[in-house]
C-alpha cells in the first residue's frame, strides 16, 4: 500500500468510513499477528495484542497524525504492547507457538512442507531464545520491512546499535540452528 | 552451518494468519467500537484548524475542506508562512497555468472499450490507452487530435471530424463540440476549471495537502471524493465515471501548478479498482502539424441526422420494445434498408451486416430507464442468436430526442 492510499485511508477513517477500516484491518492483519505472534510466543496474546493495537488506533484516530508508513506506525504499536505483555508476564512465557499447526508455509510438495515445517518449528522456538531487543530487531527488519533508522527510533538507540542488535539477533538464531541441528 | 541468508529467508517466510473466527471477531469489535466512536466524536467536532494544518500533512487533508470553505469565505486563516491554499483556487491556478502553454500532450489509460466514447468503463475492462495533443492558437479551440485504438477525432481550427476505424463511421461538425472529450478528463483546461467550479460549489468533497516529490520540488495533492450521479441500482451505474461512487487523486507541481499525475478509483462494495490513470504529461513540446489532419478512407460512412421517413408516423408510434423487436427482426432478415431506418447514417457498415445479419431473437425483455441517460431514452434487454452459432444477451439503447421523433440505435450491440 502506498502512502498516498495510506494516507486517504486515515482521512476516510477519519470520516468514520467503516470500510476505510476493514482495508487497513485486512492489509495489516496477518504482518502484525506474525510480528505480534513471535514477539510473545503465543497466539492467544498476539490476538490481544492486535484488537488492543487497532482499537486504540480507532479511539485516537480524531487527532491521529501520519507522519511516515502506517504499517510502521501500527508496528511500533504492537511492539510497545508487546513490551507490555512481556513485562507482565515475565517469567511466565509458554511455550513457544503452541499452534504451530495454523502457521503457514510457502512451499507445494508434502516432503518439502515437511522439511520447512521443522525448519520454522526449528526456528520459532530459536526466537523465543533471542534477548527482546534482538528479537524485535530481526522480526522489524526482516518481516515488516523497517528501516534500522526506524527501528533505532522505536527502540530509543541509535541506528547503529539497532543493525548491530539484528547482526546479534541473527548470530544467535544461526548458532541456535546449528546446535540444534547438531544434536 | 546455516548460510545467513537462509535465515533471513526463514524469518521472512514465518507466516501467522489469523484463522477466520479470529479475523470475524477482531473486525467485528473494530467495526462496533468504530460506529461507537462515530457516535461520540461526530466529524466536524475537531480542535481548532490552525493547529491542525500547522502539524502535518495528513491533518491537512482533513482539514483542507474546512480550509477551502474559509478560502471562499475570504476569511484569512493562514499567513504566507503557512501557504496552504484551498482546492478551488489551485484548480483555478492550474487552469490559468494551462492557458499560458503553447502545447500539451496527456496520454493516459483507462478501463473502456478500445473505440468507444472515450467515457464508457468497465471495471473489468482492460485498460486502453488514449491520447490528447493540443495545439493553442489565437483561435478559440485551437487545434487538437484525441485518439484511442479504435477511434480518433481531430479539430483542424475549422472543425472536427470523428472517424471510428473498423467501420469506417465518419462524423465532421463544425467548430469543436465538448462532447468528444467533456467526459474524457484529457482537455485539461476544462477539467481544470470545472473542478474548481466544483470545489468551490462542494468544497468537503476536495481535500489537499503537500508533499516531497521524488524530484525534490514540492507536490501538491488533492483528492476528490464524488458520489454516482445515478442510484446504486441504477443500469448505468460504474459505466461511467461520472455515474460511480469514485476518487480522483490529482498532483500538481506546487510552483508551476502543471499536473504530474491523476488517478481515479471507483468504489465497490469490495473494492477500490483503478480506471483511470495519468501515464504521460507534456507541455509546451514541438507537435508535428500532421497530427490536425485526419485522411479518411475512401469508403467512409457518414453520420447524419435522422431524416423525416414518408411512414414515420409508423415508427413515432413504436414503443420501445417495438423498435427494438422492429430492428432485430430486420437484422434477421438482412433487411438493410430498414435497419438503416434505425441508425442515422448514410449507409449500413459491412462490419454491422457480418455481425448481425441473420441473426434470431429469443427473447426481448421488458425496456427500462435510466436517471443517467436521457430522458427520451430505453435500454431494452435482449437475447439473440447470431449467425456464428454465439447468443449474445444485452441490453438495447434506443433514445428518442432527434427531430424524426422515432428511436435511433444509440449504443448496446
Known amino acids: 500500500m502506498t502512502m498516498l492510499e495510506d494516507r486517504y485511508l486515515v482521512w476516510q477513517?477519519?470520516?468514520?468510513?467503516?470500510?476505510?477500516?476493514?482495508?487497513?484491518?485486512n492489509q495489516y492483519e496477518t504482518d502484525l499477528l506474525t510480528l505480534a505472534t513471535h514477539l510473545l510466543g503465543r497466539t492467544d496474546q498476539a490476538q490481544d495484542v492486535l484488537q488492543d493495537v487497532f482499537l486504540k488506533f480507532i479511539e485516537s484516530i480524531d487527532s491521529f497524525e501520519l507522519k511516515g508508513s502506517l504499517k510502521g506506525y501500527l508496528a511500533t504499536c504492537v511492539v510497545n504492547r508487546a513490551r507490555d505483555y512481556l513485562r507482565r508476564a515475565r517469567g511466565h512465557r509458554a511455550e513457544p507457538l503452541e499452534t504451530a499447526q495454523a502457521v503457514e508455509t510457502r512451499h507445494s510438495s508434502p516432503l518439502q512442507e515437511a522439511i520447512a515445517g521443522e525448519q520454522q518449528q526449528r526456528l520459532r522456538t530459536a526466537l523465543v531464545e533471542l534477548p527482546d531487543e534482538q528479537r524485535e530487531a530481526v522480526l522489524l527488519h526482516l518481516q515488516m520491512g523497517l528501516k534500522f533508522r526506524d527501528i533505532a527510533h522505536m527502540q530509543g538507540v541509535s541506528g547503529k546499535t539497532a543493525w548491530s542488535r539484528y547482526r546479534y539477533g541473527l548470530d544467535r538464531l544461526r548458532s541456535l540452528l546449528n546446535g540444534q541441528a547438531e544434536t | 552451518m546455516k548460510p545467513e541468508r537462509d535465515i533471513e529467508e526463514l524469518v521472512r517466510d514465518l507466516r501467522h494468519p489469523a484463522d477466520a473466527e479470529t479475523h470475524d471477531r477482531i473486525l467485528g469489535n473494530l467495526l462496533s467500537t468504530l460506529r461507537q466512536h462515530k457516535k461520540q466524536s461526530p466529524v466536524g467536532q475537531q480542535p481548532t484548524l490552525r493547529r491542525f494544518v500547522m502539524r502535518s500533512p495528513i491533518t491537512k487533508l482533513a482539514a483542507a475542506a474546512l480550509v477551502a470553505l474559509a478560502v471562499v469565505l475570504s476569511v484569512p486563516l493562514f499567513t504566507k508562512s503557512t501557504p496552504t491554499a484551498s482546492a478551488a483556487e489551485i484548480f483555478y491556478q492550474a487552469a490559468q497555468a494551462v492557458n499560458k502553454l503553447t502545447s500539451f500532450h496527456i496520454r493516459v489509460e483507462m478501463r473502456t472499450p478500445p473505440g468507444d466514447n472515450f467515457a464508457t468503463i468497465g471495471l473489468d475492462y482492460d485498460f486502453v490507452p488514449i491520447d490528447f495533443w493540443k495545439q493553442f492558437t489565437d483561435d478559440e479551440w485551437g487545434q487538437w487530435r484525441l485518439e484511442e485504438p479504435g477511434r480518433v477525432v481531430v479539430m483542424d481550427g475549422r472543425g472536427s471530424t470523428m472517424l471510428i476505424k473498423p467501420s469506417h463511421v465518419v462524423e465532421s461538425v463544425d467548430r469543436s463540440p465538448e462532447r468528444y472529450w467533456r467526459e474524457s478528463l484529457v482537455e485539461l483546461g476544462s477539467v481544470m476549471t470545472r473542478e474548481a467550479k466544483k470545489a468551490t460549489e462542494h468544497p468537503a468533497d476536495f481535500s489537499s495537502y503537500r508533499e516531497q516529490g521524488e524530484d525534490g520540488r514540492e507536490k501538491v495533492v488533492i483528492a476528490v471524493e464524488a458520489q454516482a450521479r445515478v442510484p446504486e441500482t441504477d443500469y448505468l451505474r460504474n459505466k461511467y465515471i461520472d455515474d460511480s461512487d469514485h476518487l480522483k487523486i490529482y498532483r500538481f507541481d506546487a510552483e508551476t501548478k502543471m499536473l504530474e499525475d491523476l488517478q481515479i478509483y471507483?468504489?465497490?462494495?469490495?473494492?477500490?479498482?483503478?480506471?483511470?490513470?495519468?501515464?504521460?504529461?507534456?507541455?509546451?513540446?514541438?507537435?508535428?502539424?500532421?497530427?490536425?489532419?485526419?485522411?479518411?478512407?475512401?469508403d467512409v460512412i457518414r453520420l447524419k441526422a435522422l431524416e423525416i421517413l414518408p411512414d414515420n408516423e409508423t415508427y413515432e408510434a413504436m414503443t420501445p420494445k417495438e423498435a427494438a423487436t422492429a430492428f432485430f427482426t430486420a437484422c434477421a432478415t438482412e433487411d438493410w434498408d430498414e435497419v438503416l431506418k434505425f441508425l442515422g447514417q448514410t449507409e449500413v457498415a459491412q462490419r454491422f451486416k457480418d455481425y448481425l445479419g441473420g441473426l434470431e431473437i429469443i427473447e426481448i425483455g421488458e425496456p427500462f430507464q435510466s436517471s443517467g441517460y436521457v430522458s427520451q431514452g430505453w435500454f431494452i434487454p435482449y437475447k439473440i442468436r447470431l449467425k456464428s452459432g454465439h447468443v449474445k444477451e444485452h441490453n438495447l439503447a434506443l433514445r428518442k430526442d432527434n427531430p424524426a421523433g422515432r428511436f435511433q440505435l444509440d449504443g448496446g450491440i
Open chain 2, 266 to 298: 471507483v468504489h465497490t462494495d469490495s473494492e477500490e479498482v483503478l480506471v483511470f490513470r495519468l501515464v504521460q504529461a507534456e507541455y509546451n513540446i514541438d507537435l508535428d502539424p500532421g497530427l490536425f489532419s485526419l485522411e479518411l478512407p475512401p
Open chain 1, 13 to 25: 477513517l477519519k470520516r468514520g468510513s467503516e470500510r476505510a477500516l476493514c482495508r487497513i484491518y
